[in-house]
């Protein structure tokens, strides 16, 4: 098939976003921590192959050759994260998300937020306006629920043990019966030096 096929055309561009994904030991905690939780009805539990911190979600038509190229100019150091306190958004009283924070790194992930962004400007992706706020998805709710118990559950201490991000991964997201199914397309490694 030629260069302007549809089927090259799909596997070229898709949804996708670019996140921080935490070492295994550190998921292990997570999962320790969130297993008991007694969630609403209405809530589906995120899996441990879902968790990660997302920085910049990129929309449904991305040509993940050239956002995994320009990522290649990423020129940020590692950064120390530790996981703490919940919250839901938009608010606990309404719930659509529970998340879990971060209690030591959020400027950290804010500035690297930052960076990716920059290096995703020129190729026509405009970040969002709001704040950003570093979080790992635990749960989606289908409709708005009182979460308060849940996220008072969770507590607003550290989770786990501090870690060191040292790379941004681009997946491509594909929504599937089961949930969503990430694929990585692009790791860029964190400039140590």
């Known amino acids: ?17 670019v996140a921080v ?8 905690e997570v999962a320790a921590h969130s297993a008991a939780l007694d969630l609403p009805g209405t809530a589906r539990r995120m899996v441990r192959a879902q968790w990660h911190l997302t920085l910049h979600f990129l929309g449904n038509r991305v040509d993940f050759d050239a956002f995994g190229a320009a990522l290649g100019a990423l020129a940020v150091r590692p950064g ?21 924070g971060v209690t030591e790194g959020g400027e950290y992930l804010a500035q690297l937020h930052t960076a990716v962004g920059a290096l995703f400007a020129p190729l026509g992706h405009e970040p969002e306006p709001r704040r950003y706020h570093a979080h790992l998805t635990l749960a989606r709710l289908e409709s708005p629920t009182d979460a308060r118990p849940v996220v008072a559950a969770l507590g607003s201490g550290p989770v786990g043990e501090p ?9 491509q997201s594909r929504t599937l019966s089961t949930g969503a199914e990430y694929e990585e397309r692009a790791r860029v490694t964190l400039a140590t030096t």
């Open 1 to 17: 098939m030629g260069a302007g096929s549809p089927a090259s055309l799909r596997s070229a561009s898709g949804r996708g976003f």
């Open 21 to 28: 994904v935490p070492p295994p030991a550190v998921l292990d």
């Open 80 to 100: 120390g994260i530790q996981f703490g306190g919940a919250g839901a958004f938009p608010s606990a009283r309404r719930a659509r998300l529970l998340w879990l």
């Open 163 to 171: 870690w060191t991000a040292d790379a941004v991964v681009l997946f």
